[in-house]
């Protein structure tokens, strides 16, 4: 898919100022119209799939569901769009929102296992400490690297001295358990800088309680490992 589709679609991004409490607040609104916090929809057929693009399509579906920043309508819009070609459209509406609801129900019920303080809410304090400090931090930035690099700098304040963030790709990375992979930078463009602002975001991680690999050198990405990718539903 290009850029722009997943863009729109899935880059649910997360400024640094939504804090755990907020991101907590809205976890508690991810129910609907039902009696159950599910909205009611009618039974639609099974959509006319291969069993291979019926697995690509769940499994698809699924690991941008655990992620945890797409909202139900985004799910459904994925959901019904992923297989498109051309004219096909082999998914529909109703079973878009039939397949997204038992998702969502089943993600719900693993959820409401969960206690304490997540991974993903260690990483959002870590950020909102960051971004306080005068770097901007954003989770699930953009699309992409490329995308992520030419859309930061217009992304916080003015007077930011650099930035961390991680785009899409790199949230479904962390929800399929492989770390979360940080990009991270200074605005003035310089290798000094940049190592200063790495430093600085492996001790808010550090502090916040994450584990981190990285050697000190600017021109390689932070890696969050391990991590254990329990982000709440928040849509």
Not at 30 to 40: A, C, H, M, N, Q
Not at 122 to 142: D, M, P, Y
Not at 143 to 170: K, L, M, N, P, W
Not at 187 to 205: H, K, S
């Amino acid at each position: 898919m290009a850029c722009a589709k997943v863009t729109g679609m899935m880059a649910n991004t997360v400024s640094a100022g939504d804090g755990e409490e907020s991101v907590r607040a809205r976890a508690q609104q991810v129910g609907g119209g039902g009696s159950d916090g599910y909205r009611d929809t009618d039974s639609a057929p099974p959509p006319d799939l291969e069993e291979d693009e019926q697995e690509e399509l769940h499994e698809y579906v699924w690991t941008v569901l655990t992620g945890g920043y797409a909202t139900r309508a985004q799910l459904e819009e994925l959901a019904r769009e992923y297989l498109v070609s051309g004219d096909h459209r082999p998914v529909s509406t109703a079973q878009a929102r039939q397949l997204v609801d038992r998702m969502w129900r089943e993600r719900a019920a693993e959820q409401a296992a969960w206690e304490g303080e997540t991974d993903p809410e260690r990483l959002s304090r870590a950020f909102a400490v960051l971004e306080a400090a005068g770097i901007t931090a954003r989770e699930n930035f953009t699309c992409c690297r490329t995308c992520g690099t030419a859309e930061i700098r217009g992304a916080g304040a003015a007077d930011a001295r650099g930035f961390v963030y991680f785009h899409s790709q790199g949230t479904e990375s962390a929800a399929a358990g492989h770390g979360l992979m940080l990009l991270y930078g200074g605005f003035d463009g310089t290798p000094g800088t940049t190592a200063a602002v790495g430093r600085e975001v492996v001790t808010a991680l550090t502090e916040a309680g994450l584990s981190t690999v990285w050697d000190g050198d600017p021109g390689r990405a932070i890696v969050v490992t391990p991590l254990d990718w329990r982000k709440r539903l928040t849509g």
